[in-house]
């Protein structure tokens, strides 16, 4: 029974962190690491590291996915309205 767990997990972190490299989107990205933190969670935890387990659930699974999504909203901002009037890209000044 254990060694079946043991190849479950490992099967799921094996796609996941497949599905993390081949997403193109940062956000979805994250999303997908989150899991990947979760399954080496599960995955430690049935091989008998509960402290390692506890550490990837709270770095892996939440802190470094929650960074990445603020990075990616911190990082993509969207042109203003006020901005584009006073500058229209020419690079001319208007009299």
């Known amino acids: 029974m254990n060694e079946w ?3 479950a997990a ?3 972190v ?3 962190a497949t599905a993390a490299v081949l997403t193109r989107d ?3 990205q994250a999303v997908v690491l989150s899991a990947l ?3 080496l969670a599960v995955l430690f935890a049935v091989l008998q590291a509960p402290d ?3 550490s990837q659930l709270a770095v892996g699974t939440a802190l470094t996915p ?3 999504l603020l990075t990616v909203r911190k990082v993509t901002r969207r042109p203003s309205a006020a901005g584009d009037r006073a500058n229209d890209g020419d ?3 208007q009299e």
Do not use: N, Q
Request: hydrophobic share 65%.
């Open 14 to 16: 094996v796609l996941a």
């Open 52 to 54: 390692v387990a506890l």
């Open 10 to 12: 490992l099967a799921f």
């Open 5 to 7: 767990l043991i190849g």
């Open 91 to 93: 690079g001319e000044d």
């Open 66 to 68: 929650l960074l990445i």
């Open 26 to 28: 940062p956000a979805r």
């Open 37 to 39: 933190g979760l399954g």
